[in-house]
């Protein structure tokens, strides 16, 4: 009953905005009617400097803004990016159509279909880049498994550089590992494309290692990935289980939200597309420096899961009276 109230709630909230778009577009038409038969060829008009120098100052701010957002990953940098392609785009406009009786009509011409056309269509075709971009991609492979996700002593370093860049001396101490083997996992970690140099010390790469389907598995490699596997199953299961049953030890870092919904193959795609780039965007933002430093600045590693499969596959339960299974959610959304 909450979510039906809710989905009510925001169904009220969203047509009002819907009937308003819809009423706006309507209105426009004999607007515009109106003003091609009114409106004379030529007027002369004041504050025209005024106008033009407000309008760049607008394109100035709002390019600024877009950038210090895009710096530090916020998505306000999406909308400030697709209303300063907007205005470019007036400004082309506004200017081959006010010069093209004037001896700068090509230069206007030439600025709007060189410059400002060009700059509109990438900053809006873009805009998600430039809080997404940046996480490399690659598949995982055998060497992944043997010579790093399979090192206790890389996993350590990874662990450790996951929050700050450090020296070798420095995570020989932290890790408890000699600086001969600390240099050496260093190496066959940046090799792999999981740590890079920073100055004097070393710092993680973000990195997404997609899973390979199964029927791309050499016969030869099929064990160990198997092996592998069946190993980080176990490890999930034993995760998942410290803190379903002890959530009081996380307090406010432990989050979570399960959902049933109606989706597509496209769509749950789409949805996992959008997962991966939320994702990408958060493990830059301290990679780059544009952490936000909200709260106290407390930085930890979190542990974050993300599962998708048919309902109607995995049951939890029997209803007794019927004998037919029960989905294991109803719909909508349940946030613990």
Known sequence: MVHTL?????????????????????????????????????????????????????????LGLAAWFGWRRRRAAVPLLVATAALLCCDAWF????????????????????????????????????????????????????????????QRLLTLLGTRVMTTDELAAAASLSREEVRATLRELSRAGYVEAAGQGWRDVPLNLR???????????????????????????????????????????????????????????????????????????????GGDGDGDGEVRAVALRFYAFPDDLLTADTDSASGRAVPVDGPGRDTP
């Open 6 to 62: 809710e989905a009510y709630r925001c169904g009220v909230r969203r047509r009002p905005l819907l009937l308003f778009l819809v009423v706006a577009t309507v209105a426009l038409v004999p607007w515009i009617g109106f003003l091609l038969v009114t409106l004379p060829d030529q007027y002369q008009t004041r504050h025209w400097r005024l106008a033009w120098v407000g309008f760049d100052l607008a394109l100035v701010v709002l």
């Open 95 to 154: 200017d081959v159509v006010l010069d093209w009786n004037s001896p700068d009509r090509w230069l206007s011409l030439a600025t709007a279909v060189l410059v400002e056309v060009p700059i509109a269509v990438l900053l809006a075709v873009r805009a998600r880049t430039i809080v997404t971009a940046g996480v490399a991609s690659r598949e995982l492979t055998v060497h992944d498994i043997e010579l790093v996700l399979g090192n206790p002593s890389a």
């Open 211 to 289: 899973a390979p389907r199964p029927e791309d598995f050499a016969e030869a490699d099929r064990p160990r990935f198997e092996a592998f596997w069946d190993a980080r199953l176990a490890h999930e299961l034993k995760l998942f289980r410290r803190a379903f049953r002890h959530p009081e030890r996380f307090g406010p870092w432990a989050q979570g939200s399960r959902a049933r919904l109606l989706l597509s193959q496209g769509e749950l795609r789409r949805f996992a597309d959008e997962y991966l780039e939320l994702l990408d965007r958060y493990q830059l933002l301290h990679a780059d420096g």
